[in-house]
């Protein structure tokens, strides 16, 4: 059975950084794309950054470019998400998933097929 667990979650002023990491277990971790998704209340899940399986390829969304970092550790079976320069409208419960096989990247909620628990970040004005 495949299992993410998020951890790093938390309260943060603006301007603040976090570190999120999801380990995972129950399948063969660097065969897969992996993702961080976030949603905010009321909002749809969106895609925040990904990675390839080997980590030479990634992807950030707009909003988060230069201030958020993707990376993996294949031997850890973990995949992190580096936050600086923290905004409110960084709000949100954070997500991370493995994608299904064969995706080498993947931004779209339906190229996940396991999803973690979520984590909820909250950035402070």
């Known amino acids: 059975q495949v299992q993410l667990v998020e951890s790093g979650g938390g309260l943060v002023q603006a301007g603040g950084s976090l570190r999120l990491s999801c380990a995972a277990s129950?399948?063969?971790?660097?065969?897969?794309?992996m993702g961080w998704f976030r949603q905010a209340p009321g909002k749809e899940r969106d895609v925040v950054a990904t990675?390839?399986?080997?980590?030479?390829?990634?992807y950030y969304a707009d909003s988060v470019k230069g201030r958020f970092t993707i990376s993996r550790d294949n031997a850890k079976n973990t995949v992190y998400l580096q936050m600086n320069s923290l905004k409110p409208e960084d709000t949100a419960v954070y997500y991370c998933?493995?994608?299904?096989?064969?995706?080498?990247?993947?931004?779209?909620?339906?190229?996940?097929?396991?999803w973690g628990q979520g984590t909820q970040i909250t950035v402070s004005s």
């Open positions: 990675i390839s399986w080997s980590g030479g390829s990634t």
């Open positions: 129950g399948r063969t971790f660097s065969s897969y794309a």
């Open positions: 998933a493995s994608a299904r096989l064969g995706y080498i990247m993947a931004i779209t909620t339906t190229a996940y097929d396991y």
